[in-house]
């Protein structure tokens, strides 16, 4: 019978979660009341190996800075190792600043990597590079680049969203709502050619309570982008990359699920 593992406090999981997903140069505070009690690396973390693996597996501790002697891993310029326990092969090493309350990460080898799920990358079609760019920025520590990246594929986005509203509607419409479309068009406030483009185009499985995420996720970046630090942007990013992705996600699946049934509707013969 395997013997229990023990219990990682819940501070030092989650300043192992930041060392291995972290972005560099950005400090983790650590709560000051319990900030003098937590002087190690967690044992092991979960990483993506880009190995044989290929897949997110346990990296665990191989070498640790120890405090010049002490049983601590807190230093200035210092280093620590993880090593695939999968494959035995794959390695990840972190340079880091440990002072009192505060952690910086400020290398790592490999970097930080941009992978894209295939999935995603069709989802996104030609805006996948401004993705990868949004990614890398936030690997990197810069939050407002890393915004301002994803609002730019939102707004890029409701564009097409606008085409396809023309082109499956423009000839079943009245002349007012023909105007009502131009006016939302050439609108300068993206605000609301979004809402325009929602209630008209967007699945129901993209709202919640009355709101839908494409507009969300434009108003929480812009908020972003016009009065947040690159710290605060750093977790707006975060906390809006679910979102975004599954929203793209479903705006994939659902144009290709009506283009598919229209094929076969076509097709249909009497």
Request: hydrophobic share 35%; net charge neutral; proline share 4%.
């Amino acid at each position: 019978m395997l013997a229990a593992q023990p219990s990682v406090p819940e501070e030092v999981r989650k300043l192992g979660v930041f060392l291995a997903t972290g972005p560099l140069y950005t400090p983790h505070n650590l709560p000051e009341e319990i900030a003098t009690s937590i002087s190690k690396f967690p044992e092991t973390i979960q990483l993506f190996c880009s190995g044989e693996c290929q897949k997110e597996q346990t990296f665990e501790c191989t070498y640790r800075h120890t405090g010049r002697g002490s049983d601590n891993d807190r230093g200035w310029g210092e280093m620590v190792a993880y090593r695939c326990r999968n494959c035995q092969k794959t390695p990840q090493r972190y340079w880091y600043v440990w002072n009192k309350a505060t952690f910086w990460k400020v290398g790592q080898v490999p970097e930080l990597e941009d992978l894209i799920e295939p999935s995603l990358k069709s989802a996104l079609g030609k805006s996948v590079n401004l993705y990868r760019k949004a990614v890398r920025s936030r690997n990197f520590g810069f939050g407002i680049g890393a915004v301002s990246y994803l609002r730019r594929i939102v707004e890029d986005t409701t564009e097409g969203l606008m085409d396809l509203l023309k082109e499956d509607k423009w000839e079943e419409w009245m002349v007012e709502e023909q105007t009502q479309f131009e006016k939302a068009r050439k609108t300068y406030q993206y605000s609301q050619k979004m809402e325009f483009a929602a209630s008209k185009i967007l699945p129901s499985k993209v709202f919640v309570q009355g709101r839908d995420s494409f507009t969300a996720l434009h108003d929480v970046t812009s908020n972003g982008l016009h009065g947040k630090t690159e710290e605060e942007c750093l977790q707006i990013f975060d906390r809006c990359n679910l979102i975004f992705t599954h929203t793209f996600r479903i705006l994939h699946q659902h144009k290709t699920e009506k283009d598919e049934f229209a094929a076969q509707l076509l097709a249909l013969k009497r």
